[in-house]
């Protein structure tokens, strides 16, 4: 038997009414589509000193810290995207999430000051959890116990929240003293110049459905900046390249340092960070599992996809792999659905997109030179495209609008995903109580918003101090 037939055999291909070309079609299709993480996903997690929070390892360079963490993001979705193949044979793709990855640089390690090796041990703490909870079967419960205005309205608060994070990175959102933000001097500043020109080529490219069309706009991009350094009128001071060298694939400074993490925990905000990687992880997983799963016409009459348990562990194991190696939490990624329209039915698929990552490890370098306007690029793409998510959320019902509402503004305006969800979960029973609904309110959502007031009054009351 060859490859190809043992390959068909193995995953049941030709029960899906597929082809082993047509997965690995799919499979390149989805890779191409969310390949951008590999640029990403580092330069969000690497700290740079004045400018922004995040893993800072002493005695590397910036750009080294992001090229490990170029490896470790390739690790990790490579490994989870292989469990997802091999235990479930879904056509999904993991790899570390856009949004769980600004809350781990600029909340975790900025806002509330923990170590990132905390942090990291935080991640794990989450993907043990949800291993736990997936393998007795508590998946069903978990849903039920949040609101579901809130769950609605994660996605479009996160897309928020990544859009002034990348906004911000191009100079085209700045800070001001009198009205927190404004318009930055574009006009005027060659990185918010260039930068306004590569969102609008890859918002051009993402609309034709062009594929890979964020990773092409970001190359692209960094293209332009060099070209316009080296042949054009600027400098390097300019800051459209990125700047020194040093690309590493040494990993050990990474890779277990959750350890050292777990001897640093002060328990309450310890017990929030978990739970917020938590909840986030597990419903934007679901969420993604549902929506692709639709596109591929897996679910059945009620609206579920079938064992979507074995996809659920597959993304646990990614997240406490990836913690234990040194990234934030893997996620499923609502680009698998692109390989899905390209007729992806299998664990095939996954099992290209993984080895397509493990292809990727011999661009690292290039993933170390992506200046971070140019990478940023895909915040605001992304971004933009999860504001979609606010047409799920039923704003005839002010009991529903008032705590979505407060879950999606709340967000980018205190710069954190933590502070969104829990205005969300404080709001919701008190406007059900005032308006006189609460056979939708249980025990649960009291006894949540009752943590959360004693959060937010220690937190905000100078009780505590931020734990380093």
Same mark, same amino acid.
């Given at each position: 038997?060859?490859?190809?037939?043992?390959?068909?055999?193995?995953?049941?291909?030709?029960?899906?009414?597929?082809?082993?070309?047509?997965?690995?079609?799919?499979?390149?299709?989805?890779?191409?589509?969310?390949?951008?993480?590999?640029?990403?996903?580092?330069?969000?997690?690497?700290?740079?000193?004045?400018?922004?929070?995040?893993?800072?390892?002493?005695?590397?360079?910036?750009?080294?810290?992001?090229?490990?963490?170029?490896?470790?993001?390739?690790?990790?979705?490579?490994?989870?995207?292989?469990? #997802?193949?091999?235990? &479930?044979?879904? +056509?999904? !793709?993991?790899?570390?999430?856009? @949004? %769980?990855?600004?809350? =781990? /640089?600029?909340?975790?390690?900025?806002?509330?000051?923990?170590?990132?090796?905390?942090?990291?041990?935080?991640?794990?703490?989450?993907?043990?959890?949800?291993?736990?909870?997936?393998?007795?079967?508590?998946?069903?419960?978990?849903?039920?116990?949040?609101?579901?205005?809130?769950?609605?309205?994660?996605?479009?608060?996160?897309?928020?929240?990544?859009?002034?994070?990348?906004?911000?990175?191009?100079?085209?959102?700045?800070?001001?003293?009198?009205?927190?933000?404004? #318009?930055?001097?574009? &006009?005027?500043? +060659?990185? !918010?110049?260039?930068?306004?020109? @590569? %969102?609008?080529?890859? =918002? /051009?490219?993402?609309?034709?459905?062009?594929?890979?069309?964020?990773?092409?706009?970001?190359?692209?991009?960094?293209?332009?900046?060099?070209?316009?350094?080296?042949?054009?009128?600027?400098?390097?001071?300019?800051?459209?390249?990125?700047?020194?060298?040093?690309?590493?694939?040494?990993?050990?400074?990474?890779?277990?340092?959750?350890?050292?993490?777990?001897?640093?925990?002060?328990?309450?905000?310890?017990?929030?960070?978990?739970?917020?990687?938590?909840?986030?992880?597990?419903?934007?997983? &679901?969420?993604?599992?549902?929506?692709?799963?639709?596109?591929?016409?897996?679910?059945?009459?009620?609206?579920?996809?079938?064992?979507?348990?074995?996809?659920?562990?597959?993304?646990?194991?990614?997240?406490?792999?990836?913690?234990?190696?040194?990234?934030?939490?893997?996620?499923?990624?609502?680009?698998?659905?692109?390989?899905?329209?390209?007729?992806?039915?299998?664990?095939?698929?996954?099992?290209?997109?993984?080895?397509?990552?493990?292809?990727?490890?011999?661009?690292?370098?290039?993933?170390?030179?992506?200046?971070?306007?140019?990478?940023?690029?895909?915040?605001?793409?992304?971004?933009?495209?999860?504001?979609?998510?606010?047409?799920?959320?039923?704003?005839?019902?002010?009991?529903?609008?008032?705590?979505?509402?407060?879950?999606?503004?709340?967000?980018?305006?205190?710069?954190?995903?933590?502070?969104?969800?829990?205005?969300?979960?404080?709001?919701?029973?008190?406007?059900?109580?005032?308006?006189?609904?609460?056979?939708?309110?249980?025990?649960?959502?009291?006894?949540?918003?009752?943590?959360?007031?004693?959060?937010?009054?220690?937190?905000?009351?100078?009780?505590?101090?931020?734990?380093?």
């Amino acid at each position: 038997m060859g490859l190809t037939e043992t390959l068909a055999d193995y995953f049941d291909v030709q029960e899906h009414g597929s082809s082993v070309r047509t997965e690995l079609l799919a499979g390149l299709t989805t890779f191409l589509t969310m390949s951008y993480i590999v640029v990403v996903n580092p330069s969000i997690l690497t700290a740079i000193p004045d400018v922004k929070p995040g893993i800072a390892i002493a005695g590397f360079s910036p750009t080294e810290v992001r090229s490990m963490l170029a490896v470790v993001t390739i690790i990790a979705a490579a490994v989870a995207t292989f469990v #997802m193949a091999v235990y &479930a044979n879904r +056509p999904f !793709a993991q790899a570390p999430g856009l @949004g %769980l990855n600004a809350f =781990f /640089a600029f909340t975790v390690v900025g806002a509330l000051g923990v170590s990132w090796q905390t942090a990291l041990a935080a991640v794990v703490v989450e993907g043990v959890l949800f291993i736990a909870l997936t393998a007795v079967g508590a998946r069903e419960y978990v849903i039920k116990l949040f609101p579901k205005p809130v769950k609605f309205a994660v996605g479009t608060g996160i897309g928020l929240f990544l859009t002034i994070i990348g906004l911000q990175a191009m100079g085209i959102v700045v800070d001001d003293g009198a009205t927190l933000v404004t #318009m930055g001097q574009v &006009a005027s500043n +060659p990185v !918010a110049i260039l930068s306004v020109f @590569g %969102l609008f080529v890859t =918002f /051009a490219l993402y609309a034709r459905g062009v594929r890979g069309s964020i990773i092409i706009g970001i190359l692209f991009t960094t293209l332009v900046g060099w070209l316009l350094t080296a042949f054009g009128p600027y400098t390097p001071d300019a800051g459209l390249v990125a700047g020194g060298s040093g690309a590493t694939y040494n990993i050990t400074p990474l890779t277990g340092a959750f350890v050292s993490g777990l001897g640093q925990i002060e328990a309450f905000s310890f017990a929030l960070v978990v739970f917020t990687f938590f909840f986030v992880d597990f419903f934007d997983t &679901a969420g993604t599992l549902v929506g692709v799963g639709q596109a591929g016409e897996f679910l059945d009459d009620d609206g579920n996809l079938p064992d979507i348990d074995k996809p659920l562990m597959a993304d646990a194991v990614g997240t406490t792999v990836g913690g234990m190696l040194g990234t934030s939490t893997v996620t499923t990624y609502i680009e698998s659905a692109s390989g899905v329209e390209e007729g992806g039915r299998t664990g095939l698929t996954a099992l290209t997109v993984a080895g397509l990552f493990l292809a990727s490890l011999a661009f690292v370098p290039l993933a170390a030179a992506i200046p971070l306007y140019a990478s940023h690029i895909a915040l605001v793409v992304i971004g933009v495209v999860m504001l979609q998510n606010v047409v799920d959320i039923d704003w005839s019902d002010v009991t529903n609008t008032i705590p979505a509402g407060m879950t999606i503004l709340v967000m980018p305006f205190t710069y954190s995903i933590a502070y969104g969800i829990a205005a969300g979960i404080v709001s919701y029973p008190l406007v059900k109580l005032a308006a006189g609904d609460l056979e939708d309110v249980r025990m649960g959502h009291w006894a949540l918003a009752a943590a959360f007031v004693v959060y937010f009054f220690v937190r905000t009351s100078g009780l505590i101090q931020a734990q380093v």
